[in-house]
């Protein structure tokens, strides 16, 4: 199975801070089929983007994704401060599909 | 708008079973694979299984192979999760989505606990 190791595993910043999320698999993961997900306490995770750098409905710009092959990247251009949550990592390129272990963003 | 709820969880002895159900309302089910991940309190997410549209092929994680079902119903919008041969390490809130692909729109989860 892909593993998908996510890192930092905590990153604390300051509101209105560039935040740089990275997931990274153990191989290519097949055609980008990569997507991130947001999730808060006590809450069911929400779709940020699918296919690598596709934003889901409703999701604000300042979030983006890019990457390809094994190395994968979120991006928060200005963090506000609904955005301090658990960030995950999920390929659904190649069964079974298999989730990273999460970054904590957290305030500083 | 697209609503999955979920049920059926509960507290169940070790090698006890549950049916976990999925009631979906919003969008055309019929159209939709639909896919259920689990997350063990304080821990994180674990894809478990997916369904496709029609029911025609199932996937499954490695840990719940030969013990977990998914199946669907589509005449009532609704996805099941059939669970048996429960172990400790099964306790964990169970998210049901829908989405052939990405998780579009997930649930609030049902809680199972496998415990003596």
Known sequence: EIVLTQSPGTLALSPGERATLSCRASQSVTSSLLAWYQ????QAPRLLIYAA????????????????????????????????????????GTSPRTFGQGTKLEIK | QVQV??????????????????????FTFSRYGMQWVRQAPGKGLEW???IQYDGSNQYYADSVKGRFTISRDNSKNTLY????????????VYYCAKGSASLENWGQGTLVTVSS
């Open chain 2, 81 to 92: 999760l059939q669970v048996n041969s429960l172990r400790v390490d099964d306790t964990a």
């Open chain 2, 5 to 26: 709820v979920e049920s059926g969880g509960g507290v169940v002895q070790p090698g006890g079973s549950l049916r976990l159900s999925c009631a979906a309302s919003g």
């Open chain 2, 48 to 50: 478990v299984a997916f």
């Open chain 1, 39 to 42: 999730q808060k306490p006590g």
């Open chain 1, 53 to 92: 750098s596709s934003r889901a409905t409703g999701i604000p710009d300042r979030f983006s994704g890019s990457g390809s092959g094994t190395d994968f990247t979120l991006t928060i251009s200005r963090v506000e401060p609904e955005d301090f949550a658990v960030y995950y990592c999920q390929q659904y």
